[in-house]
């Protein structure tokens, strides 16, 4: 199976159009006013009437009642949550991806958060930081086919790509500046990510 590619930070149309042009395969957009690349939910349902590729709405700090209401494909919660909230997860019919700190001390946690999730991110655990390859070779190890982020560029993405996750999340690594992405990079790193093969 080959490793897929979820482009996060989508802030505008021409984009997400470009992007599904050169067939990424999921677009994150983030609905949650602590980001910098911070979107209405408007825009997720526009991208939805427009683009086929999967749409992933990122909440952050916002209420978990926002889950249920989402338009998008997948919701990504970006946070660790409580017992009570992975409980209340279960009574959503949403698809969801939970965020897992890409640190060892989180494995108590992605064991539990796992059974509630339709995909696990294994990212870095304070924005701007390099998630570890060898923290995320442990980390894959317990949940196979994970997506790992976390600082992924052109020049060290193989890295990621020798531990086989499922799949990889890139925003700020091939952006021009904030909330605008710069449509070369994506498309060489999509064909870095087409060319390499699993056990090669």
């Not at 050169?22 to 683009?51: A, C, H, M, Q, W």
């Not at 952050?60 to 660790?80: E, F, G, K, N, W």
Request: positive net charge; aromatic residues 6%.
């Amino acid at each position: 199976m080959r490793v897929k590619l979820k482009i996060c930070g989508v802030t505008n149309m021409e984009d997400a159009k470009a992007l599904e042009a050169i067939g990424v395969d999921f677009i994150g957009v983030v609905t949650d006013t602590v980001s910098p690349r911070y979107v209405e939910r408007n825009f997720v349902r526009e991208l939805k009437r427009s683009v086929e590729t999967p749409v992933v709405e990122v909440l952050v700090s916002s209420p978990l009642s926002m889950v249920s209401t989402s338009v998008a494909d997948y919701v990504q919660i970006h946070r660790v949550l409580r017992g009570e909230e992975l409980e209340e997860l279960s009574t959503m019919s949403k698809r969801v991806i939970l965020y897992v700190p890409a640190v060892r001390e989180s494995i108590p946690y992605l064991l539990r958060a796992q059974k509630f999730a339709n995909l696990i991110l294994f990212d870095a655990p304070r924005k701007g930081l390099k998630s570890d390859p060898s923290v995320l070779k442990t980390l894959l190890e317990y949940h196979p086919g994970a997506g790992v982020g976390g600082g992924i560029t052109l020049e060290n993405v193989y890295e990621y790509l020798v531990l086989e996750p499922g799949w990889l999340d890139v925003s700020s690594g091939v952006e021009a500046c904030v909330g605008k992405k710069d449509v070369s990079k994506v498309r060489k790193l999509k064909e870095v990510i087409a060319s390499w093969r699993r056990g090669a």
